[in-house]
Nanobody, 124 residues
Framework: QVQLAESGGEFVRPGGSLRLSCIAS????????MAWFRQYPGRDREFVAN????????DYAYSVRGRFTISRDNAKNTLYLQMNSLKPEDTATYYCAASRAGTLAYNSGQFPYWGQGTQVTVAS
């Protein structure tokens, strides 16, 4: 009964910033590896960033490295994605995901738990 709920997606102009949040319930959040994926219309879900159980290890897709930061607050059961210097190509539905392992994972099939998604639109 693991449940994930994203929030924070909005319309934003190019160069702007947003912070997405994902609140987890129904599981042991502090032992789960987590990730953010995004999906463009008509495309497969694409890896954005991941984080291990403690937050001590992170990784990013090349397209967002240096602009996005993934973090977690285990005391609040919350995952974050800080997005800076946003570009129109960042426009997508963003999903948080949880794995059963605590390590970094990159493929959508490695994540059995998903949120409902939150829409980010970057346009002038």
């Amino acid at each position: 009964q693991v449940q994930l709920a994203e929030s924070g997606g909005e319309f934003v102009r190019p160069g702007g910033s947003l912070r997405l949040s994902c609140i987890a319930s129904g599981g042991t959040f502090d032992s789960a590896g987590m990730a953010w994926f995004r999906q463009y219309p008509g495309r497969d879900r694409e890896f954005v960033a991941n984080i291990n159980w403690s937050g001590g290890m992170t990784d990013y897709a090349y397209s967002v490295r240096g602009r996005f930061t993934i973090s977690r607050d285990n005391a609040k059961n919350t995952l974050y994605l800080q997005m800076n210097s946003l570009k129109p190509e960042d426009t997508a539905t963003y999903y948080c995901a949880a794995s059963r392992a605590g390590t970094l994972a990159y493929n959508s099939g490695q994540f059995p738990y998903w949120g409902q998604g939150t829409q980010v639109t970057v346009a002038s």
